[in-house]
């Protein structure tokens, strides 16, 4: 058992998806760019990242002398390593012109391949300010299609991977929701299929979602994201409704995040984050060049 750590020198980010509690504790609540622009404006020397293993570890690689922890160090995105490095040179050795583009869902050692970084908050923008013609955008086949859509000027490969939670919303689904609550509009993540994304009124980051029902004169809303997006939606928006497309629109290891999980970490029993220096080093110019294109 390590030291306690004095509540006053952490920071603790909560993402969306993590459970009501654990968000209502945070200091701060937001998506995966906005919880990475906060780590690195961050002037305490410890970071509790209440979101899964990917979060964790981008906030250490952009700030490598904070200690960064992770309340359920178990709590990994599937798709983070749904993309190989072998996949990445052989696309390198046979395309010229080419970008690598990897999702800020990706393992450590993928990023490190990365010319950049991309969340699903700033992936359009960020890809389109790139000199290259050809983009190879790994591992999300969905965000990738979005992107795609919006810049008809790139060439685009996409990689093979998805959100399985994201991914198994359909549109049938959406259509249900919407026709039980009629006048409602319907708001997607960009992780979800092109059936789904082609009803929505909106579709982009959770941030991106929240901010369009604010700012909506809609007062009801289908809402095609993780169900933990709800709290904050109903947060900001105490007037409006909000529906799930489906009951079970759960992230599982999001939800292993929980109260007692942060309080273990402040006892003292949590176990800094590492990423091994070389791909660190390499993984850190491509998140430090998605927060400069962003911009
Ligand atoms: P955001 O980029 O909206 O935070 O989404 C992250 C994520 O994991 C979506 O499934
Ligand atoms: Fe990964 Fe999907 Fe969970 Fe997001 S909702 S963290 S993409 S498994």
Same mark, same amino acid.
């Given at each position: @058992?390590?030291?306690?750590?004095?509540?006053?020198?952490?920071?603790?980010?909560?993402?969306?998806?993590?459970?009501?509690?654990?968000?209502?504790?945070?200091?701060?609540?937001?998506?995966? *760019?906005?919880?990475?622009?906060?780590?690195? &404006?961050?002037?305490?020397?410890?970071?509790?990242?209440?979101?899964?293993? *990917? #979060?964790?570890? +981008?906030?250490?690689?952009?700030?490598?002398?904070?200690?960064?922890?992770?309340?359920?160090?178990?709590?990994?995105?599937? #798709? $983070?390593?749904? /993309?190989?490095?072998?996949?990445?040179?052989?696309? %390198? $050795?046979?395309?010229?012109?080419?970008?690598?583009?990897?999702?800020?869902?990706? +393992?450590? %050692?993928?990023?490190?391949?990365?010319?950049?970084?991309?969340?699903? /908050?700033?992936?359009?923008?960020?890809? +389109?300010?790139?000199?290259?013609?050809?983009?190879?955008?790994?591992?999300?086949?969905?965000?990738?299609?979005?992107?795609?859509?919006?810049?008809?000027?790139?060439? *685009?490969? *996409?990689?093979?991977?998805?959100?399985?939670?994201?991914?198994?919303?359909? /549109?049938?689904?959406? %259509?249900?929701?919407?026709?039980?609550?009629?006048?409602?509009?319907?708001?997607?993540? /960009?992780?979800?299929?092109?059936?789904?994304?082609?009803?929505?009124?909106?579709?982009?980051?959770?941030?991106? @979602?929240?901010?369009?029902?604010?700012?909506?004169?809609?007062?009801?809303?289908?809402?095609?994201?993780?169900?933990?997006?709800?709290?904050?939606?109903?947060?900001?928006?105490?007037?409006?409704?909000?529906?799930?497309?489906?009951?079970?629109?759960?992230? $599982?290891? @999001?939800?292993?995040?929980?109260?007692? &999980?942060?309080?273990?970490?402040?006892?003292?029993?949590?176990?800094?984050?590492?990423?091994?220096?070389?791909?660190?080093?390499?993984?850190?110019?491509?998140?430090?060049? @998605?927060?400069?294109?962003?911009?």
């Amino acid at each position: @058992m390590g030291n306690c750590i004095d509540r006053a020198d952490a920071l603790v980010l909560a993402h969306y998806y993590a459970p009501d509690v654990v968000q209502a504790a945070a200091d701060f609540v937001g998506d995966s *760019f906005a919880l990475a622009q906060r780590a690195v &404006a961050s002037d305490k020397p410890v970071i509790v990242f209440c979101g899964v293993s *990917f #979060m964790g570890e +981008s906030a250490k690689i952009l700030c490598p002398e904070k200690q960064v922890y992770l309340p359920a160090p178990d709590a990994h995105c599937p #798709m $983070a390593d749904m /993309a190989t490095e072998e996949e990445i040179a052989a696309m %390198r $050795a046979s395309v010229p012109d080419l970008a690598v583009v990897v999702y800020v869902n990706s +393992s450590a %050692r993928l990023k490190s391949h990365a010319d950049v970084v991309v969340t699903s /908050a700033n992936a359009v923008k960020v890809v +389109s300010r790139l000199k290259e013609k050809n983009i190879y955008f790994i591992p999300d086949k969905n965000l990738g299609a979005f992107v795609a859509a919006q810049l008809p000027e790139k060439n *685009f490969y *996409f990689g093979h991977g998805c959100c399985p939670i994201h991914n198994a919303t359909t /549109a049938d689904e959406a %259509r249900a929701a919407l026709a039980a609550h009629p006048g409602a509009l319907l708001l997607s993540h /960009a992780e979800c299929p092109a059936a789904v994304r082609a009803m929505s009124a909106f579709v982009g980051s959770t941030a991106g @979602m929240i901010a369009y029902a604010e700012g909506s004169d809609a007062k009801e809303f289908v809402i095609a994201t993780e169900a933990g997006t709800l709290y904050e939606l109903s947060r900001r928006c105490p007037e409006k409704k909000f529906y799930p497309t489906r009951t079970d629109f759960l992230c $599982a290891d @999001m939800k292993k995040i929980t109260p007692e &999980a942060v309080e273990n970490v402040f006892a003292g029993n949590g176990i800094p984050v590492e990423v091994e220096a070389p791909v660190a080093d390499r993984a850190r110019r491509a998140l430090r060049r @998605m927060l400069e294109l962003a911009q």
